[in-house]
């Protein structure tokens, strides 16, 4: 007997799941089951994948469905991982919860190796072969933390969207893993078979709207509140100057109803119609029932999907300020942020968005890279040279606009301090001269 175990925590994960099982990149195995994990600050009142329309569709796919919440009880999933002396009693835990046999072989497929829940399960199961699938734009950024070989090498394939054509992702690259594109068509059938369960959505505009998308970016400490809903306002300010007048906002799920008031009073101001979609689904589905004039967002992975997949135009706002707050430099979020705002025209700029011209040719590889060196230089130093040469070529400006001159100094990259002055930020006189100084400067600008 054998089974196959693929987690899950997104609707948007899921559907990867049954497109890459619809395409035949999955060999038989006698059973396979959904592992749905919630990793909601607050599961107990958020709701998980399968609450949301269109999971019903995508249930087909999997013999069984379990829910690694109640197998972990009372403890929450993003943040338990076994003690390693704890680790047999879990595994023979899990085993008879599950069904499944003292010997049965196990295989597992897992998004977010590097962190929990994912790393718990697979550590519990220590022999399983691991298969790791990509959820969204973060799958082209280097291995977040440094894995454990036992478990590195155990991974043998990586599969993801190809959601920027001919870009080689990062992700798990130390280890040699094997990369595979998931099938595209299999995956736009999948949310068309997604947008068949929505819900009753209001009256929509007859007319093709804009589509502005929320990803409730102060939960994860990026934006504070205040500054968000200014971003949100922007996207509306933005996509009436193009001329649209139409406007559909579909805000992140555990977003505040109250963060479309701003919104609404700036689409009215500027006579505009606004129409906010609160209901329970994925933005991709969307696309073929509105068919959107211009997709708005801000680093959202739904960018590219519009873009690559249904030939939507698109455009990005906020990039350039999430860029320099981001922190610490490692940031998970630092690749997709990076990427949208190499790629995609700022909102700000009609031309640029009129042209659409989204294409990601070697620099964008090189770009990728030196992001993903100087994020991980520790993971992959074999990638210095190439960083190098792409900084080097690139320009200060454009340089320093991806990657801070900061980190560029602390890791001799082009762009970064001169090397005869690099003891400079280590120097305990030159921090202190620095710290008078602006106080100093503050005291004048009070006194004015």
Request: aromatic share 6%.
């Amino acid at each position: 007997m054998s089974a196959r175990i693929l987690l899950a925590s997104t609707l948007y994960g899921t559907a990867t799941l049954a497109a890459a099982i619809d395409a035949g990149q999955f060999a038989p195995v006698d059973r396979t089951i959904l592992l749905l994990s919630n990793n909601a600050a607050n599961p107990e009142t958020t709701p998980g994948p399968d609450a949301l329309a269109g999971f019903a569709r995508l249930r087909t796919r999997f013999d069984e469905v379990r829910r690694w919440n109640e197998a972990i009880a009372p403890f929450h999933p993003g943040a338990w991982e076994p003690a390693p002396d704890d680790v047999p009693l879990w595994e023979r835990y899990l085993r008879l919860l599950w069904g499944l046999g003292a010997d049965e072989e196990v295989e597992f497929v897992v998004e977010s190796i590097q962190v929990v829940p994912a790393l718990a399960v697979t550590t519990i199961f220590t022999g399983a072969r691991v298969d790791v699938y990509a959820d969204g734009l973060m799958s082209y950024g280097p291995t977040r933390n440094k894995l454990d070989p036992l478990l590195g090498t155990r991974i043998e394939r990586l599969l993801h969207l190809d959601l920027v054509p001919g870009l080689e992702p990062l992700l798990l690259s130390e280890f040699g893993v094997r990369r595979e594109v998931v099938d595209a068509e299999a995956f736009v059938r999948v949310l068309a078979e997604v947008a068949e369960e929505m819900p009753g959505l209001p009256e929509l505009p007859s007319s093709r709207p804009a589509l502005l998308l929320g990803q409730y970016l102060s939960a994860l400490g990026i934006l504070t509140a205040e500054e968000e809903e200014t971003l949100h306002a922007d996207m509306v300010r933005g996509a009436v100057a193009l001329g649209h007048r139409h406007l559909v906002f579909k805000p992140h799920p555990t977003a505040p109803a109250r963060w479309a008031r701003l919104m609404e009073a700036e689409a009215e101001r500027l006579g505009a119609e606004l129409l906010v979609l609160d209901v329970p689904l994925l933005a991709e589905t969307l696309y073929p029932v509105l068919r959107p004039a211009l997709v708005v967002g801000c680093f959202s992975t739904a960018l590219l999907t519009a873009a690559t997949f249904y030939g939507l135009p698109v455009a990005r706002t906020g990039t350039g300020r999430l860029l320099e707050r981001l922190t610490p430099f490692e940031n998970s979020n630092r690749v997709p942020v990076t990427l949208v705002d190499a790629l995609l025209p700022e909102l700000s700029d009609p031309e640029a968005v009129a042209a659409q011209d989204l294409a990601a040719g070697p620099a964008t590889q090189e770009l990728l890279v030196a992001v993903g060196f100087a994020m991980q230089p520790k993971i992959h130093p074999g990638l210095r040279a190439r960083a190098e040469a792409h900084l080097a070529a690139c320009g200060e400006e454009t340089a320093r606009r991806y990657i801070k001159r900061k980190r560029l100094t602390a890791l001799g990259l082009p762009g970064g301090m001169p090397q005869q002055l690099g003891f400079l930020p280590r120097n305990a006189t030159v921090r202190k001269v620095a710290r008078r100084t602006r106080a100093l400067r503050s005291r004048v600008v009070r006194r004015r």
